[in-house]
Structure formats: C-alpha cells, structure tokens
C-alpha cells in the first residue's frame, strides 16, 4: 500500500510548498483560477502540478523551475508517475489533462510535451535492458524494444530567434555556414570576441538582419564579400579593430545601411570607393584612426549623410585637403558637430597642431614627384634575381609603384612590385622627402626581358622614368671593355698612364710603385687645394660688390614641407632679410660629369682620373 500524498509531498523543497501554505489564487494554463490545496468537496483537496520536457516535476505556480525548485523524492515521485492517467474527473479537463488521485486528493497534472520523459537506460543482467522515466528510477521503468521505436510526425516548429548574444567569447573564426538555420535574425552581437577575418558569404543565411555589432574583434581587413546577403541591415559596429585600409566596393552590399561605426580602428588609407553603395548612410564614424587625407570622391557616394566625425586623425595638411576646409565651412556645416570641426594637422610640422579651418588655402602645398633610376638599362643572365631601385621625391611622399609596359606573351612571369621607404609616421623621427620603390625580378627567364616603368604619385601629379631589361640567354654576363686611351688620342711625348692593377704596373719595383702613388695623390690634393682657394676668392669678390647690410642669404628646403609666399612674405619681415627656397624638384641641368673651372689652365688642372663632385642646380624661388 502507498503512503500517505500529504506525508510524501510534507519532503518537498519549503520553497516548493510556498503556494500550498500561503493558499494564494493562482491563474494557471488556459486561463483557469485554482487555489493550491483548495477543497471543492468536504474531505477532498486538489493540487496542481506541472511536467518539463526533461521530466521534472513541478509545483505548476511556483515562478522558478529548475532543477533545485524540481520534486527529487523518489517515492514521491514514483507514487505520484504510478497513479496517473488521463484526467476525466469533470474537473480542469481542458488546462490540466491528466490526474494522478491519491485517495480522496486530486492532483492536477499539465505538461510541456508529454506527460512520461524517458530519462535513463538501465542494463538489466540477465535480461533485456530497461527504460526508467521522470526519476523514478529503478522502480519505474518499462521493457526497452528497439523494434517498437517509430518516428512521430513533426510538430510545428517553434518560433525562430530573431536575436542571438555571442559577445565576450572567444570565436576566432565565423565558418560560412555556422549561421545557416538561423535565418530570422534580426539582431546578432559578436562583440569582444577574437574574430581576424570575415568569410565571404559569412552571412549570406541572415537576409533579415538589422544590427550586426562586430566591435572589439581583431579583423585587419574586410573582403569584398564579406556582407554579402544583408540587404536589410540598418546599423553595422567595426569599432576597436585592427583595420589598416578599406578597399574599393568593401559595403556595396549594403544599399540600406543607416550607421557605421569605424572608429578606433589603424585605417591609414580609404580608397575612392570603399563607401560606394552606402546611399542610405546617415552616420559615419572614422575617427580615432591614421588618415592622413581623405578625397571628396569617397565621400560622394553618401547622398543622405546627416553626421560626419573626423577628429583624432593625423590629418596631412597639403593640397589634397584643400576641399575639405572649403567643404567644412560651406557645405559641412550641417554635418559636423563644434567637436568634430576641430580637425587639427599632424603634417608638415610648420602648420603641426593647427586647425584646418584656421590653415590659408595658399598654404596647402603639394610638390610634384620626379623619379630617378640608375641605371636605366641592364643585362642580367639567366636563372638571376634583379633588384632595381626608384628614386622618388616630392611632398607628399610619392607612391612608388611599377608595371611591365613591353608585351608579354601568354602565361608569361609578371613584375612583381615591392614599396620600399615609405612615407615616415607622425612618430618617426625625421621624414624624408624621397622613397624608394624596389623592382624585385627572381629566377629571370627571357620572358622578363623588356621595358619597364617606375611611376611616382602623389596629390601634386605623377611621374614616370622607364627602365630596359636585357636577358643575356648564354647565361654569361658581358663584361664591358676596359676604355684605354689609343696611341692617336695619346697626347705627344707623354707616356701612357698605368693602371694599379695591370700587369704592366705590377712589374715595376716597389719604390717605382711607391712613387708612382704618392705623386697621384700629391696631385690630387694640388687640384683640391687650388678648387679651395678659387671658392675663396669668389666669396670674397662678392662680399665686396655687395651693399653693406645685404650679404645675408637665408636657404631654406622642404624637410618641414613646402613653404608658400605668403609665408615667405612674413619671414622676409619678420627678419629683414630676402628668403630664398630651393625647389629640389625642378633642376636646372642634369647631372653630368665633373668639369674643370674655365680659368684654369692645363698646368692648374685636376689630376687625370680624379673625378669631382658632379655640379647640381635647383630652381630657386624668391
């Protein structure tokens, strides 16, 4: 005989019998009123309880179900499974389907899925293993028959989850598919997660997403696919990662975006159209980066931009930001915050710390690059590797780049260019107006034979300088002849000079040879010594013809960058002198090789084989 319900039920949990004590009305499933342990008859008392799809047995008013409020006694609950059956006593028919009667006590049973849960395989020996059901052990439990299994049909499918919480985890990676059955989502947050790149089509399952929050990631680059299939997305955060440049089309998957976060990013460079397809965008957030400039073509894309935020960049002020001080006081007025006008310059260090719209358009300066390349022809063998540096100059620093211009056949081996010297950080410590850009060429092959070109870019315009290749397909490399004068071009009566490393040379004695060095090097510092005091008198000539309290001659280049006239204008005051800059850009005659000053005679001349400094002139700007 079973005990007593009251005295099994008396071992509950006190938090699970609250509602039997306290007597409360309770508006339990389909909208029924019951007061737990309510007596409707004399003698009688019901209660009702409630079953989870795990099997877990609950008071059905208590408000927290889980496993510590759940009913663990096993005679309870054996008492409790044993007795039930499906509920016809008139009574609660409708929201509690079962009943398990223990004497003259009703208990009201609802469930989630249904009423016995199979919870545990038990291995009978000997025997047939056997199901045990909703705790009860051992002592509930039914034949296990595999060949009586069947497959019920579907019930309908529960709501699908419109927003998914994945932030502050660790997913190093968003595999294509991973997101695929949840295609209601309209909210997903991978915030602070280790997140280094994007799949292309990595959300291509989620068409009805609005917000999609990718901050604190450590993406450093976005493909072009990578937000492909968010057509409704409304508002995306890429705040806080490590991205260094957005390319062309990067959002053009995009047509309804509303917001962009990329703030807190290492975005040195935003190509003309990496916004393109962003006519929605209202907001724009690109501050806290590494731009350096920025061109109105990027921007012209964003027909319905309403909010701008630049602040906290390393602006370089020259003429490629000319537009956006005159945008900024004509247009950009209704974009930008009195915060977000604080656009300061970081470059050229005479303008550093200024506001842009505190900056003259006439002191926005770009220099034109020229390019250099020695030498401009080579041959190089077979199975070689090739190096060949371009020189570039020019503010601000040019961008060095190369290409094959000759044709190549099919299926032909590409030049492959490498930039070298780039532009120095706002940190560096002295930023050079030149940079380099290296051609590398490996394993040459006669397919690399051609013309090349060197091309320097930079806001003030492009230049180019070609280059010859020659492949040598005997895989020796020709050694140029050594140049020795004929007996015709020998000057009368004056024997031929010998070389330090002929044969002819290596035979005389050692004092032959000995005196033969010193007289080379006597002559040689005679001719610097006459170049000295030849300068010398020329300083003073000048010095002499000139007024008194005019021989000062202040020069001045580009190492802080380019200087205007306006600004030369002020110097001149500020000093009392003429300004003179050097256009290192602009040179007057090439380089060529040393010549011999015009009024020195033969006796006075330079040493034969003493090379000087070839002579250089620039351009000088008053």
Request: net charge positive.
């Amino acid at each position: 005989m079973w005990p007593a319900c009251a005295a099994l039920r008396a071992r509950a949990p006190a938090w699970a019998l609250v509602g039997l004590r306290g007597g409360r009305a309770y508006g339990g499933g389909g909208g029924v009123t019951y007061t737990q342990g309510q007596s409707p008859e004399p003698r009688t008392r019901e209660y009702f309880y409630y079953v989870d799809h795990q099997g877990q047995l609950f008071l059905d008013d208590s408000r927290m179900k889980n496993f510590i409020t759940c009913f663990k006694d096993p005679q309870f609950l054996v008492t409790f499974f044993s007795r039930l059956r499906p509920n016809r006593s008139g009574r609660y028919e409708a929201a509690f389907p079962f009943l398990s009667p223990c004497g003259r006590e009703r208990n009201f049973l609802r469930c989630e899925d249904r009423p016995v849960v199979f919870t545990h395989l038990l291995a009978a020996d000997p025997g047939p293993p056997r199901l045990s059901y909703c705790g009860g052990g051992a002592a509930l439990t039914v034949p296990f028959e595999p060949a009586r299994l069947l497959p019920l049909p579907p019930r309908p499918a529960p709501p699908r989850p419109q927003t998914l919480f994945l932030q502050d985890n660790s997913i190093a990676r968003l595999e294509p598919g991973a997101l695929a059955p949840l295609s209601a989502l309209r909210h997903l947050y991978l915030h602070n997660n280790s997140l280094r790149a994007l799949e292309p089509g990595a959300f291509r399952a989620q068409p009805r997403l609005r917000e999609l929050a990718l901050t604190g990631n450590r993406l450093r680059g976005l493909r072009g696919g990578a937000f492909a299939g968010l057509a409704q997305l409304r508002v995306l955060y890429l705040a806080g990662n490590q991205l260094a440049r957005l390319l062309d089309f990067t959002f053009l998957h995009l047509p309804r975006l509303q917001e962009l976060h990329l703030q807190e990013n290492s975005i040195e460079q935003l190509e003309n159209q990496a916004l393109a397809g962003l006519s929605s965008l209202a907001l724009l957030d690109l501050s806290r980066n590494q731009l350096g400039t920025i061109s109105r073509e990027a921007l012209q894309p964003l027909a319905s931009l309403q909010v701008l935020r630049l602040t906290e960049n390393p602006w370089r002020c020259d003429c490629a930001l000319h537009w956006l001080g005159t945008w900024i006081k004509e247009e950009g007025q209704r974009l930008l915050s009195a915060r977000d006008k604080k656009i300061t310059c970081a470059e050229p260090p005479r303008l550093a710390a200024q506001s842009l719209l505190d900056v003259s358009g006439s002191s926005l300066i770009c220099i034109p690059p020229t390019v250099h390349i020695e030498p401009l022809e080579l041959t190089a063998g077979l199975g070689e590797d090739l190096r060949v540096a371009c020189q570039a100059s020019g503010y601000p620093q040019p961008l060095v780049t190369w290409r094959k211009v000759s044709r190549a056949r099919e299926g032909g081996p590409q030049a492959r260019a490498q930039l070298e010297g780039g532009p120095a950080g706002p940190g560096a410590p002295a930023a050079r107006d030149t940079g380099s850009g290296m051609l590398f060429l490996t394993n040459i092959t006669l397919e690399h034979a051609g013309r090349y070109e060197c091309e320097a870019a930079n806001a003030g315009g492009a230049a180019r300088s070609p280059f010859q290749l020659r492949v040598n397909a005997s895989g020796q490399r020709p050694q140029p002849p050594r140049a020795s004068p004929g007996p015709a071009a020998r000057a009368p009566g004056r024997a031929p000079r010998l070389d330090a490393g002929s044969m002819a040379f290596r035979a005389l004695g050692l004092a032959t040879q000995t005196a033969i060095a010193a007289a080379i090097a006597l002559l040689a510092l005679t001719a610097l010594l006459l170049a000295a005091m030849i300068c010398r008198r020329r300083r003073r000539r000048r010095k002499k013809a000139a007024p008194p309290g005019e021989g000062a001659l202040f020069v001045r280049d580009y190492s802080d960058g380019p200087c205007s006239s306006a600004q030369l204008e002020e110097l001149r005051g500020e000093r009392g002198h003429e300004m003179f800059v050097i256009d290192r850009s602009k040179l007057l005659f090439a380089r060529g090789p040393a010549e011999a000053p015009a009024d020195l005679g033969p006796a006075q001349g330079p040493a034969p084989g003493l090379r000087l400094p070839p002579r250089v002139a620039y351009e000088i700007h008053c």
